[in-house]
């Protein structure tokens, strides 16, 4: 992988941020785009732009055959047996909700158990408390290590046979840590409960076997793995999803309807009601064409590396405060001794360096670790061993400045 080849594609980057070059560290909030993508959207809308499924028309056609061909690619993205089994969203929230409200709300009651960890994203713990809410079942939650990772043991100890859903991220948004999707699986499917991942941090960044995870669902976001926002994906092994009753109901996702009852598409258009999120789709696939081309395995390789460099540089600064375990994914939240982490990213910003602040959508976690808000810098396939050097020039830089000032 030729890093410098692969920054060309991404035209966002060529530019200057407050009278500096732009160092783009927040990723795990959303990607750039490369240009395969935005092409992939300008062609779309410039040639075939047309709804889907119905028409017969040759503009309908070909938006149809763009639209079901990237879900094909999403199949062999994460190995999905089938595209039955493949849903279009409009991210992993949305995912996640309909799994909460479709397969929980059927499924559990009270005396049943929901478990999650303590550093899941919201959108993996208040669709969970919700259902709780309304069928009586209890959310538990498996706590963290002294390094901030997940111990099988403690899983083990947290997975009941009273346990229905077990529902985890694959990779921390927060911590950086991988968790270990396939025991935690086995655990869960050996207690009788069936195992949600959260991919969101993962799916860009790492090669996805759902099938070797034996996981039940697995749920992403397009706009994290360089394609467009407002497009994710819900997968569901088929079984399941066949006897999940859809959550949304309109034009599309129906096969007759009358006056007082309807009946619903086969999978997987049963769950994707109005008109669907064509040109998404469509960028979707073209962004995994694009990370493919690349390949999964040395994306990962990259950004470990990158983590790494950026874990031995910043544990020289001293009252630098980092979270999370040694080993992990391309991300490094921490904290710097006496200086809000919104000032320490409005301070990299004016050094044209953009990087996360605040909570990142994990408070439960905050309180576990006892900050009100940390920030983060989040690695991707186009940043460099140089960029994470400025960074951390910028950083030293900002305690200075907030030494003399206090």
């Known amino acids: 992988m030729n890093i410098q080849d692969v920054r060309q594609l991404f035209p966002i980057l060529d530019q200057e941020v407050n009278g500096h070059k732009l160092v783009y560290l927040d990723s795990a909030a959303t990607s ?169 941090q993962s799916a860009p960044h790492m090669k996805i076997d759902v099938q070797d995870l034996d996981c039940d669902f697995f749920v992403f976001s397009g706009h994290k793995m360089c394609g467009p926002t407002g497009i994710g994906v819900l997968y569901g092994k088929k079984a399941l999803l066949e006897k999940m009753e859809p959550v949304e109901f309109g034009g599309e996702m129906i096969d007759f309807v009358n006056l007082y009852d309807s009946t619903w598409k086969e999978l997987p258009w049963k769950f994707e009601g109005g008109t669907p999120i064509i040109a998404g789709a469509i960028g979707l696939g073209a962004a995994i064409d694009f990370l493919e081309g690349i390949g999964l395995e040395n994306i990962e390789a990259h950004e470990h590396k990158l983590a790494q460099y950026a874990l031995e540089r910043m544990s020289t600064i001293e009252g630098m405060t980092i979270y999370g375990p040694k080993e992990r994914a391309g991300l490094v939240t921490f904290n710097i001794e006496d200086v809000h982490p919104h000032d320490v990213a409005t301070v990299l910003d004016a050094q044209g360096i953009a990087v996360r602040a605040g909570h990142h959508c994990a408070q439960p976690l905050m309180k576990y670790l006892e900050v009100s808000a940390t920030a983060r810098a989040s690695f991707y396939l186009y940043n460099t061993e140089e960029e994470i050097d400025q960074f951390v020039s910028a950083l030293i830089k900002t305690k200075e400045y907030f030494s003399n000032v206090f």
Do not use: C
């Open 32 to 200: 750039q785009k490369p240009l395969p993508v935005i092409e992939a959207l300008d062609n779309y809308y410039r040639e075939y732009n047309s709804n889907v499924h119905r028409g017969v028309h040759t503009l309908g056609t070909k938006a149809t055959d763009g639209y079901e061909g990237a879900r094909e690619k999403v199949r062999k993205f994460i190995n999905a047996s089938s595209t039955e089994e493949v849903i279009f969203t409009r991210g992993t929230t949305t995912a996640l909700n309909t799994i909460a409200a479709s397969y929980g709300r059927a499924n559990l009651q009270p005396g049943d158990e929901i478990v999650i960890t303590y550093m899941e994203h919201h959108s993996n713990i208040i669709p969970w408390q919700q259902i709780a809410k309304q069928t009586g079942a209890t959310l538990k939650y498996i706590s963290l290590t002294e390094d901030h990772a997940l111990s099988l043991e403690d899983v083990k100890s947290t997975i009941t046979p009273n346990t229905k859903i077990v529902s985890v991220m694959q990779v921390s948004n927060v911590l950086g840590a991988i968790n270990p999707i396939k025991e935690i699986a086995k655990i869960a499917h050996e207690n009788g409960a069936v195992m949600v991942v959260d991919g969101a």
